[in-house]
C-alpha cells in the first residue's frame, strides 16, 4: 500500500514503515544516541511517541490526518541501540474520531501502549 501522509517526516526519528495496510501500520525505530537524555543512556520518551503517532497517521492514511489528542503509557525505560516496532490498529470510529491502538514492543517485551485520536478533514488543518 502506498504511503499518503507525512510525506516529509525524518524517519530518523519517527520510524520507517515496514507494512501498511488499510487501517493497520508496523513502523520500526533503532535508539539512537542523538535521542539520549543523560549518562545512563536513556532515551527521551518524546521519540517514542513520536513513533506511536506516526504509526497512528499511517494507519489512518489519508493526506490531511492530524492527532487531536492521546492517552498513552510509557511502560519500561529504552536505552540506545533498542529497536522498537509500533503496531498500530485503526479500533473505532466515533463521528469525525478516528481511534488507533498503538502497541509499541522491544522483542515480545511490550513497552509502550497508546490510544490515539485522529481526525482527517476534507481540507489540511493550515488551509
Not at 543523560?38 to 527521551?44: N, S
Not at 497517521?57 to 503509557?73: D, E, F, Q, S, W
Not at 473505532?92 to 485520536?117: P, Q, W
Amino acid at each position: 500500500m502506498e504511503r499518503k501522509t507525512h510525506q516529509k517526516i525524518n524517519e530518523k526519528y519517527s520510524g520507517t514503515p515496514l507494512e501498511l495496510k488499510e487501517n493497520y501500520a508496523k513502523v520500526k525505530l533503532t535508539m539512537t544516541s542523538e535521542m539520549i537524555l543523560d549518562d545512563t543512556r536513556l532515551i527521551h520518551g518524546g521519540f517514542i511517541f513520536s513513533l506511536a503517532d506516526y504509526a497512528a497517521m499511517l494507519a489512518i492514511n489519508k493526506p490531511t490526518v492530524v492527532l487531536g489528542g492521546a492517552n498513552c503509557r510509557f511502560l519500561v525505560p529504552i536505552k540506545e541501540g533498542d529497536e522498537l516496532v509500533a503496531e498500530a490498529m485503526l479500533a473505532n470510529v466515533d463521528g469525525k474520531k478516528l481511534i488507533v491502538d498503538v502497541n509499541i514492543k522491544r522483542g515480545a517485551e511490550v513497552v509502550f501502549i497508546g490510544e490515539f485520536y485522529c481526525f482527517a478533514p476534507e481540507k489540511h488543518v493550515l488551509n
